[in-house]
């Protein structure tokens, strides 16, 4: 039995097939991105519409300028030492047998006090023999007279004409008996000096700073005894820059100066005095020869009137505060309302305006200006920082003023939100 096997069938279009791959199918494809792009054209999104932030309003304090008179007040630093300071040194040598009553350190003593005593004996005796010198001295003296008188008879009865020499008179026996008198008197006056020299007395009313002996000790020639300054007239040495000199009138310092004005007044302080007491009184005396070249400073010295009540030490750290020059139709402001490049801020019709003034001084806690400013404007003592001219502003008691609004919203039992000005105002003076 024969089989037949059956011949492959094939599709009835394959050229039909190809033809719609390779172009119908990129035709429709490309109609389809066509409708679409056009669908999306035509429905575009919308946009979302964002509330109009509420304007922010600054709350701010100001203060009402007034033009005042006022004087400048120069703060400055210096050392305290003292006007006539130095080492009490011995004139003779001896062994010292007395201290007074102020020779410790830190004691105040007064002019012409005892301070020490050496032992004197030696110096009574040799006065008593300057004394017996000086009157074998005198009588020698009065024996060379009587000589020289007899000799000068002597020549007259003799009956020459010519005129005796000084030989003949004892002339050079009558000098010599005068100079050693007047070397026994020399010898005599220095015996007395030494033993008056046994007493040692303060040469001023002061202070000690340190003592070099006590009793018992042998003493030479030029040997320190001890350490003493006045006490009566202290100074101090104050730094100046050339913006503190354009604020005093030194040319009224000293009584030398020629100037009628008053005297320029220093008020001195230590730095751990206690707020009572008021401070030390003097005034500024001097002014050093010369500029220090390292700084540029001028030194200015000032005088304290008397230590003597309240003491202070030598060598002592303290704040002077110098009265300097009276200006007058002047404003004084807080410090730190004196913002950079010489700049205030006032506010002027609701608000903040940035104005440039002329500093005369400034200060840690106040500064003194003057020019483009009128008595009556507000000035902005709330800091604010770096805020542009043109801001909108209102008195802080004006917003105290404002109505309150109500705790409970209806219906809902929610505390409400803050108020958004009040939110902005309290920002503005954190970052401050």
Same mark, same amino acid.
């Given at each position: ?39 999306? *054209?035509?429905? /575009? /999104?919308?946009?979302? $519409? ?11 304090e ?31 040598? =001896? ?12 004691? *105040?003593?007064q #002019?012409?006090?005892?301070?020490? #005593?050496?032992d ?19 009588? #020698? ?7 020289s ?9 003799? =009956? ?15 000098k ?15 015996a ?5 020299? @046994? ?14 002996? &006590? ?7 030029g ?39 008053? /005297? ?11 707020? =009572? ?8 005396i ?36 110098i009265?300097?020059?009276?200006? &007058? $139709?002047? *404003? ?39 020019g ?12 604010l ?18 109505? $309150?609004?109500?705790?409970? @919203? ?9 108020? /958004? ?12």
């Open positions: 039995m024969t089989t037949h096997t059956p011949a492959p069938q094939h599709s009835p279009h394959p050229k039909r097939t190809g033809l719609f791959l390779k172009v119908l199918l990129p035709v429709l494809i490309l109609m389809v991105a066509l409708v679409t792009a056009l669908i999306i *054209f035509s429905n /575009p /999104p919308a946009a979302l $519409q964002q509330p109009e932030p509420k304007r922010v309003i600054l709350s701010v100001t203060l009402t300028l007034q033009p005042v008179s006022h004087q400048a007040e120069i703060v400055t630093y210096g050392t305290v030492q003292a006007q006539n300071q130095g080492a009490l040194v011995s004139q003779i040598s =001896g062994v010292i047998i007395q201290l007074g009553d102020n020779t410790q350190p830190g004691a *105040f003593f #002019k012409g006090e005892l301070l020490f #005593k050496l004197d004996r030696d110096y009574r005796s040799s006065l008593k023999m300057a004394k017996a010198a000086l009157y074998t001295a005198q009588a #020698k003296l009065i024996e060379e007279q009587a000589r008188l007899q000799a000068e008879k002597d020549w007259q009865r003799m =009956g020459s004409d010519r005129e005796p020499n000084a030989l003949v008179l004892r002339k050079p026996y009558l010599a008996a005068e100079a050693g008198v007047l070397d026994a008197e020399a010898r005599l006056e220095k007395q000096l030494d033993l008056e020299r @046994t007493n040692i007395f303060a040469p001023y009313a002061g202070r000690v700073l340190d003592k070099h002996v &006590d009793i018992g000790q042998f003493v030479n020639v040997s320190p005894l001890i350490e003493i300054h006045a006490s009566d007239r202290l100074e101090v040495r104050l730094p100046l820059n050339n913006r503190q000199l354009q604020l005093i009138d030194l040319g009224s310092a000293g009584p030398g100066s020629g100037s009628s004005t008053e /005297p320029v007044r220093v008020t001195i302080e230590t730095l751990h005095e206690s707020h =009572g007491f008021p401070g030390w009184q003097g005034r500024i001097r002014s050093e020869a010369q500029v220090d070249s390292k700084n540029q400073q001028l030194i200015a010295v000032a005088e304290i009137n008397d230590s003597r009540t309240r003491p202070i030490a030598i060598g002592e750290f303290v704040k002077s505060t009265y300097g020059r009276q200006f &007058d $139709q002047v *404003f004084v402001i807080p410090a730190h309302t004196l913002y950079s490049n010489d700049q205030v801020l006032l506010l002027t019709d609701g608000k903040i305006v940035r104005r440039k003034v002329s500093v005369i001084q400034r200060g840690t806690e106040r500064s003194i200006v003057n483009s400013l009128t008595a009556g404007e507000e000035l902005i003592i709330t800091p920082g770096s805020v542009v001219s043109g801001t909108q502003a209102r008195h802080i008691s004006e917003e105290s003023q404002k109505p $309150q609004k109500s705790k409970n @919203t209806p219906g809902k039992n929610k505390k409400p939100l803050m108020d /958004p000005e009040k939110v902005s105002v309290k920002g503005a003076r954190s970052n401050a």
